[in-house]
């Protein structure tokens, strides 16, 4: 099954605009030229060519919708200059499990596999690879609704020990996840990178001198931002020279802290690892490559990374693109209804009245006490009169809702009818014709 998919939905932005950045400098002269040459250098660090596209997604098994990012990356870059970006600066639990559909009789459930410790705020960056994954056990005796899921999650697991050397659980999850996918016919990136690397390169460096130079400029600025897209970051401290900084620093266990200015140059000065935020990790990347694809999320929250990168120090990152895909897997629905009228009986018991004046007494209730001020006695009054009505309107139409009740579908049929819907079951599971048909087309 599947349905709708969406890609390349264009949106230009130009790399540099005129402004004022944490200096008061005139950002028309100098700042622009200095990070034009950091980002050159850059990409010589990183092995990024000129002109190149890319995207980027923490690691783990992705399901179809984040596929799409990659096929929409390499069909529309030049040759050899297609980048996958390890979002490793994030600490996402979905990095060390997997899930998968099972029958359980004869109805779809779900398993959750937990092949690596639990992330619990851990950057993955800073989490070691798994030198021995478990899980792999529970695959035995399972029963799977389509014939091949079993062998696509063993090939998983191989995947994992082959790359049980990688330098962090995110790359090892991200390889596995491209080492059974290719054979698929998935087409991989010509150069992958991590966003943890990111801040050691020159214009990470230049970024970070940025912000130590005004702390408060870039902590108002970045809070001011978020009414462009509100609830996509935590806003800032504002402390003057010790405001908050949009990175990340190592705190025990690899479990990210927040930043402060003066947290930041004690960690610069004992050498230790900075990681960066949402908005800097997508502004460094868009602004190295030529294109950018995002998927809906990142197309939201770049509307605050986009005012906060100009109002801070007077450029805008290069163009994005958004990309995304619904696809289902082919599983079994239950027959039963899949409306449960008993539910919505027993929450509206005035649908029951024929004649309708049940429900129109009900809707002048609730206009009635919305009239009331929040919080008032009087308010209060008329929700308990409109409650007092629901019940008994329950109990005039008590045999109507119990014959609702007998017909309702179960819980479980109800569960197994979501999962049939859900798109995003790890696309290692889905056939590989589907896989393929995403990266046919024109591409490199």
């Not at 063993?154 to 596995?176: C, G, K, T, Y």
């Not at 935590?234 to 405001?243: F, I, K, M, V, Y």
């Not at 620093?249 to 949402?278: F, M, Q």
Request: hydrophobic letters at 45%; proline letters at 7%; a positive charge.
């Amino acid at each position: 099954m599947s349905g709708e998919r969406t890609m390349d939905h264009a949106t230009p932005r130009p790399v540099d605009q005129p402004g004022h950045g944490a200096l008061g400098v005139d950002l028309r002269g100098a700042i622009p030229g200095v990070l034009a040459g950091a980002l050159d250098e850059s990409r010589r660090q990183l092995g990024i060519p000129t002109g190149a596209h890319g995207f980027g997604h923490q690691a783990g098994p992705w399901h179809m919708g984040i596929l799409a990012k990659q096929a929409a990356v390499v069909r529309s870059a030049p040759v050899g200059a297609s980048v996958h970006a390890i979002v490793d600066h994030d600490a996402n639990d979905d990095a060390t499990s997997i899930r998968a559909p099972i029958l359980s009789d004869g109805l779809v459930d779900g398993l959750l596999v937990r092949w690596g410790p639990a992330v619990a705020g851990a950057a993955t960056a800073w989490m070691p690879a798994v030198k021995r994954p478990a899980g792999r056990d529970r695959l035995g005796g399972v029963g799977w609704p389509l014939p091949w899921i079993g062998e696509r999650l063993r090939a998983w697991f191989d995947e994992l020990e082959r790359h049980a050397d990688a330098p962090s659980v995110a790359v090892q999850a991200a390889r596995a996840n491209q080492g059974v996918l290719v054979p698929l016919g998935v087409r991989p990136c010509a150069i992958t990178v991590s966003t943890s690397s990111l801040m050691t390169t020159a214009v990470g460096h230049a970024v970070v001198d940025l912000m130590l130079a005004d702390p408060a400029r870039c902590a108002a600025t970045f809070n001011a931002s978020l009414v462009h897209a509100p609830r996509t970051a935590t806003p800032l401290a504002e402390r003057g020279d010790q405001s908050e900084l949009p990175l990340w620093l190592r705190g025990k266990g690899g479990v990210r802290r927040r930043a402060t200015a003066s947290a930041v140059r004690e960690a610069l000065s004992k050498g230790e690892s900075i990681l960066p935020r949402a908005f800097v990790a997508s502004g460094l990347l868009r602004l190295l490559l030529s294109r950018f694809v995002h998927g809906t999320g990142g197309g939201t929250y770049e509307l605050a990374g986009d005012a906060w990168w100009h109002a801070w120090i007077g450029v805008r990152p290069g163009p994005y693109t958004i990309a995304t895909a619904t696809e289902l897997l082919p599983l079994s629905e239950p027959s039963a209804p899949s409306v449960d009228l008993f539910r919505r009986a027993w929450t509206n018991p005035e649908l029951l009245d024929p004649s309708g004046r049940a429900l129109e007494e009900r809707q002048m209730m609730l206009a009635a006490m919305q009239r009331e001020p929040t919080g008032s006695a009087a308010r209060r009054t008329a929700f308990q009169a409109m409650r007092d009505v629901i019940e008994s309107l329950r109990s005039r139409y008590a045999l109507e809702l119990e014959d609702l009740r007998q017909r309702a579908p179960a819980r479980e049929q109800r569960r197994t009818e979501a999962l049939a819907h859900d798109r995003t079951w790890p696309a290692i599971l889905h056939d590989a014709g589907t896989l393929a048909g995403m990266f046919s087309g024109s591409g490199r």
